[in-house]
């Protein structure tokens, strides 16, 4: 089945500090896939997005991604974490067919937490 | 990106009745899509719905428990019928932008006592 993985629950940087954050799929042709922060009580705000192409994404606030297929992953990147980055991160990948034609399908999520 | 706006933000509803969230987008789109994201999980797809036709629904959702409208291109409205505290969730409507990416709403936050 196609998936969205993302290992860590819960990390913790300090402000100023680098960021990754891990996310790893499951798809058999190269899938489309996407970052989403969720701050609290707030909707979700896309960061980037890939489908094709450079593999290295930039996105908003700062945020880039790096699509590496050889290992199936796509991971979050910022060189510099700020105390308004904490939030909740969704990893997220969208595939067609089966029942239900169009799905996107999330990660768990990885909360981050910005020590001053 | 579309602006889309949800009614009721929030809302404490008693078990067994019903309530009805609104989604409205700024501009027509011909997907909508409902999610449910429980306390603490991520977020689980309901339903699509397209203008002019039924719903389609995720396995483990069903139409008497979560009917959904889609009357025009801007606008749809998912109901949570019958609620039990399990119902008690955040609940968000989005939609398809022109590179298959979703945008969100704020969502609703519902508790069910």
């Known amino acids: 089945a196609q998936s969205v993985t993302q290992p860590d629950i819960h990390i913790t940087v300090s402000e100023g500090a680098s960021l990754e954050l891990r996310c790893n799929y499951s798809y058999g042709a190269t899938p489309y896939l996407f970052w989403y922060v969720q701050s609290p009580g707030q909707g979700l705000q896309l960061l980037l997005k890939?489908?094709?192409?450079?593999?290295l994404v930039q996105g908003i606030k700062g945020f880039e991604a790096e699509f590496k297929r050889s290992q199936s992953s796509f991971n979050l990147r910022k060189p510099s974490v700020h105390w308004s980055d904490a939030a909740e991160y969704f990893c997220?990948?969208?595939?067609?067919?089966?029942?239900?034609?169009?799905?996107?399908?999330f990660g768990k999520g990885t909360l981050l937490t910005v020590n001053p | 990106s579309a602006v889309i706006s949800q009614k009721p933000s929030r809302d404490i509803c008693q078990r067994g009745t019903s309530l009805t969230i609104q989604c409205q987008v700024d501009s027509q789109v011909t997907m909508m899509f409902w999610y449910r994201q429980q306390p603490g999980q991520s977020l689980t797809l309901i339903a699509t719905a397209n203008q002019g036709s039924e719903a389609t629904y995720e396995s483990g959702f069903v139409i008497d428990k979560f009917p959904i409208s889609r009357p025009n291109l801007t606008f749809s409205t998912l109901t949570v019928s019958n609620m039990s505290p399990e119902d008690s969730s955040i609940y968000l409507c989005?939609?398809?932008?022109?590179?298959?990416?979703?945008?969100f709403g704020p969502g609703t936050r519902l508790t069910v006592t």
């Open positions: 890939y489908f094709s192409g450079d593999t």
């Open positions: 989005s939609v398809e932008g022109v590179a298959y990416e979703q945008y």
């Open positions: 997220a990948g969208y595939s067609r067919g089966g029942g239900s034609n169009y799905k996107l399908t």
